[in-house]
């Protein structure tokens, strides 16, 4: 006998429902498929778009596009999903995206990137429409199997109810899953917000609290090599020359190349590749090498300020017109360093 299963249906039998969606103008979702990670690590299924996945345990992951550094768009894209689903919090889970430009990027910047705080702004319409969505399904398959109007259906924390029947989302999800996702589903007006605007838990503070949450560098596949860079100690310093005789026979190294950066160690383990990168001998070319102070440099961005050529950000109403019309003017200088962001994650990618 010959089975022939389905796009549809496979996705249906192995993942629940998952959503996607396709929105128009700049609040649009990717065309293409996208991975849609299994709860349990099994192999990924393709799903177009997956930004949700409802599982028939009731729980509901979203998928976020946006590198959770500790700012919050697990929590806070999940959020609009749960807002527009009438999800219960304690069912929600975020997942990271698989890295795919055109699936996943900021429509923002026209590429899969966080920065900017752009994250909420890129994808507040974009999640919202999602959850919308998955909640109209949820709602049109219970009406087909309960034999009511959709229109008598409510939901709230998680629960679809009408008159005596009553159902939470798993066990919809197999048949929402069937169903052709609204185009354009219509979305809450803010006054019936529950959950937006609400201080939550964030979803990944347990795991990172604990030691459980999976960083870049817990990741671990067959044929894997681990690289560090020995880079300049100067700001636009370069390689002279190096001596990697030493390096090489660090156990675990099997490479040493130069690069723009500098000089790349690769090796079997991290340890490896930073014994490798310490054993390296190193010149380095500082001519081109930045060699001003701090304090040197702010005084010539202080200078370069007052001198005319400065860039304004951002100009809003006339400046000049109202210090001229008032009758105290206070004026303060703010200087603030130069700082790079600094998550706890460690930065291995």
């Known amino acids: 006998m010959t089975i022939t ?3 549809r249906n496979f996705l249906a039998s192995s993942l629940g429902l998952v959503i996607a969606v396709a929105l128009p103008m700049r609040g649009r979702a990717q065309s293409g498929a996208a991975l849609a990670f299994q709860p349990d690590g099994t192999e990924p299924t393709f799903a177009p778009n997956a930004f949700i996945r409802v599982a028939e345990d009731d729980t509901v992951t979203v998928i976020i596009k ?3 550094f500790g700012q919050g768009p697990f929590t806070g894209l999940s959020t609009l999903v749960a807002e527009e689903m009438d999800a219960d919090w304690s069912q929600m889970r975020a997942e990271s995206a698989p890295a795919d430009d055109e ?3 900021n429509l923002l910047f026209g590429l899969q990137a966080t920065g900017g705080s752009t994250a909420m702004a890129n994808s507040y319409t974009q999640m919202r429409k999602a959850g919308a ?3 109209a399904m949820l709602v049109q398959a219970a009406a087909e199997d309960w034999g009511v109007d959709a229109s008598t259906i409510t939901i709230s924390g998680g629960v679809l109810t009408s008159g005596d029947r009553s159902s939470t989302f798993g066990p919809l999800a ?3 899953a069937m169903l052709a996702p609204p185009e354009d589903p219509p979305v809450k007006d803010p006054k019936d917000f529950v959950l937006i605007g609400k201080d939550r838990p964030k979803l990944d503070s347990l795991a990172k609290s604990t030691g459980s949450a999976v960083f870049t560098m817990d990741m671990n596949l067959p044929g894997m090599e681990y690289v560090v860079i020995r880079h300049a100690p100067m ?9 990697d005789a030493d390096a090489l026979k660090v156990p675990g190294v099997t490479a040493v190349r ?3 950066q500098g000089i790349a160690v690769y090796a079997t383990s991290t340890h490896a590749a930073l014994s490798g990168r310490n054993a390296l001998t190193v010149e380095w070319d500082d001519s081109a090498a930045e060699t001003r102070t701090s304090a040197q440099m702010m005084e010539d961005f202080a200078a370069l300020a007052n001198s005319g050529e400065a860039r304004a950000a951002e100009e809003v109403g006339d400046v000049d017109a109202s210090l001229s019309e008032s009758q105290n003017v206070i ?14 994650e460690p930065l291995d990618a």
Not at 235 to 243: C, H, I, P, R
């Open 331 to 344: 004026e303060m200088e703010f200087r603030f360093p130069y700082l790079a962001h600094a998550p706890m």
């Open 235 to 243: 700001l636009g310093g370069t390689v002279a020359s190096f001596e």
């Open 133 to 135: 969505a998955a909640r």
């Open 103 to 105: 699936k996943y990027k």
């Open 258 to 260: 130069q690069i723009p």
């Open 66 to 68: 946006h590198i959770e």
């Open 5 to 7: 299963q389905s796009r």
């Open 174 to 176: 197999a048949k929402a």
